[in-house]
């Protein structure tokens, strides 16, 4: 699926985020930077609207030439509900986006190219999102606070349904045992 848009930026951001989410507050490589349920992107433009392009593709695309930035980010959403927005728009504000997140919670990667950026007009991104296939060798950090019981039950399921070894690596990193048998390790 592809879509175009406008997007109205303030403060020279936009963001990739569950409504009424927290964002980054830094952005280390200059385009792009997220925390779980978000992710931010800087424009050049403090105020105003650019040209995006967001585009949801099943695995990783190939490279795209003629763009002038490039940077990566993983995107980890619990609700499946990301979708792209101006910093200040409200959930009524301008037309509604596409779910960047179409197939639920999970571990997606996004890619974005600019455009423009240096001259502050005409700004134009490329904003590619897939899903991340989690396996034997992927590593989670524990969350300080529990996961709704309702949560925990779709992770045992998610793990059953492809074979995933509950005390094996890939479970959650210092959390507790699925199984209630104490600490992982």
Request: glycine residues 12%; hydrophobic residues 35%; charged residues 25%.
């Amino acid at each position: 699926m592809e879509v175009t848009t406008k997007v109205f930026v303030t403060y020279h951001q936009m963001l990739v985020a569950v409504p009424g989410a927290d964002h980054p507050g830094s952005v280390p490589n200059g385009l792009t930077a997220s925390i779980p349920e978000a992710a931010v992107i800087h424009t050049g433009l403090h105020t105003g609207e650019v040209e995006v392009t967001v585009r949801l593709t099943a695995g990783p695309p190939a490279p795209v030439d003629g763009w002038e930035e490039e940077a990566e980010v993983d995107l980890v959403t619990s609700t499946g509900d990301i979708h792209l927005s101006g910093l200040m728009e409200g959930a009524s504000d301008g037309p509604t986006r596409p779910v960047l997140t179409p197939q639920g919670p999970g571990c997606y990667r996004m890619r974005v190219h600019a455009r423009g950026r240096a001259s502050g007009s005409g700004e134009v991104y490329l904003i590619v999102v897939w899903p991340v296939e989690l396996g034997a060798d992927a590593v989670a950090r524990h969350r300080p606070e529990p996961l709704p019981r309702s949560k925990t039950d779709e992770i045992r399921e998610w793990a059953r349904k492809r074979g995933l070894p509950l005390s094996e690596r890939g479970r959650i990193s210092g959390g507790p045992d699925l199984r209630g048998e104490g600490p992982a390790r």
